[in-house]
Every structure is written in C-alpha cells, then in structure tokens.
C-alpha cells in the first residue's frame, strides 16, 4: 500500500455537469501529479502540483483544473463534462527530484460520463 | 512518434515459467529514467523496478529484472518463475530530464495472462 489514497473511488456524472476528484498524498511528498486513463490505454499526464503552483501540464484542455492544499492533498476538477472524460484518474505523490523519482500512486477513481 | 511503445498487447505464459515484456523508448535527453509498473484489476499502480539512462548495470529486484540496451533504445522487463498473482497490466514509462515536473511517459501496456 502507497499510502496514496483517493476519493471517491467510483463516480457516475451526466454530461455538461462538473466533477471533484480528491488526492490524499503520502506522507513528506510534495509533489502531486494527475493521469487519465482510458480504458485499455496508458496513462496520460495532466498536470503536476509543487508547494500549490502548477508546475507541468500535458495535452488537457483549462476545462481540467487543480488544486493543491498546504497539506500537500490536492483536488482535480473536470468541467463541462465530456462522454470521453471517462476514464480512471490516478494520482501520484512523490518529492521533486530528478528522473529517478518513485512516484507512488493511488487506486485511482473511475469516472463514467454518460 | 510514440515516446513509449509496447508492442505486445497480450503475452500468455505457463506458470513457474519466465517472460520477456518489450518496451521501446525514444528520446533526446541524455539523462532519463525508465520505470514499469503492474497495474492489477483494481488499478493501482505499482511500481516494479527502476533503470537510470546512466545506469552500467541492468536493475533487479527480486524476480524482476531489466534488460537495459542503450543503443537499441529498449528496457524489456523479465519476469522469472512467473506466478499466478503476476496476471496484470504491465506498463513502461519514462521520465526525461527536461520535462515538466515529474512527469512520466507511458506505454499503451501488456496485459499478462499466467495460466496454471
């Protein structure tokens, strides 16, 4: 277990409609990073939170935004909601370093748009 | 061009048996780290073993190792005396030194089937 924990884990939304997904951060991390996965497909970076800044971003539209909290546990939301927002969201907590970081991840949350 | 390419979509093998995963990789950063991960059914990630592109050695841990070879540009997982729990996803990823924050690359992964 990674510590890494994230809420809820299932989560059924309607189209158009707006979605919080949670991120406990493992102990002393303080670097959270989010990922989508579609389903039989990898993960896809999103973005990455240090000290409560974005520091990173992939392909995702402003519609996905984040949040991370001086406890180092941060939030993703997905507005306007899309059929092909369906997916897992990982998140991962490690310490900024170089490339050789263990990122640690949660058990993710499964989103259904429909 | 595919940063991570996994080319087996789906790999069976016999229990107590071992097996190869393929992982290609393409960069121009000099300093890079490549990671798998297994990914069981209830979609966690979970890290398995780790080669820096610095690294002289091939890494192991435990049953894992990596075959590392630089000029190829690959980093094939084996897998030895492979176990029924080893059923899962697995995924090559990499993180460059350039990128944004910690991020990490992935492959489209191999889902391994262990048959008893």
């Known amino acids: 277990e990674t510590g890494v924990t994230q809420s809820p884990t299932h989560l059924i939304k309607t189209r158009g409609q707006q979605v919080t997904l949670r991120c406990s951060s493992q102990s002393g991390h303080n670097t959270v990073s989010w990922y989508q996965q579609a389903l039989g497909q990898g993960p896809q970076f999103i973005f990455q939170?240090?000290?409560?800044?974005?520091?990173g971003r992939g392909n995702f539209p402003p519609r996905f935004s984040g949040l991370q909290f001086p406890n180092y546990s941060s939030e993703l939301n997905v507005n306007a909601l899309e059929l092909d927002d369906s997916a897992l969201y990982l998140c991962?907590?490690?310490?900024?370093?170089?490339?050789?970081?263990?990122?640690?991840f949660g058990q993710g949350t499964r989103l259904t748009v429909v | 061009a595919q940063k991570i390419t996994q080319t087996q979509p789906g790999m069976f093998v016999q229990e107590k048996e071992a097996v190869t995963l393929d992982c290609t990789y393409d960069t121009s950063d000099q300093s890079y780290g490549l990671f798998w991960y297994k990914q069981p059914s209830s979609g966690e990630m979970i890290f398995l073993i780790y080669?820096?592109?610095?690294?002289?050695q091939n890494a192991t841990e435990g049953r894992y190792s990596l075959n590392f070879q630089k000029a190829r540009k690959s980093a094939n997982l084996v897998i030895s005396a492979s176990q029924l729990g080893d059923s899962a996803m697995y995924f090559c990823a990499m993180r460059e030194a350039y990128n944004a924050g910690n991020m990490l690359t992935f492959g489209g992964g191999t889902r391994l089937m262990v048959k008893p």
């Open positions: 080669q820096g592109s610095y690294d002289e």
């Open positions: 991962a907590s490690s310490a900024i370093g170089g490339v050789e970081t263990e990122a640690f």
């Open positions: 939170y240090y000290r409560e800044e974005e520091n």
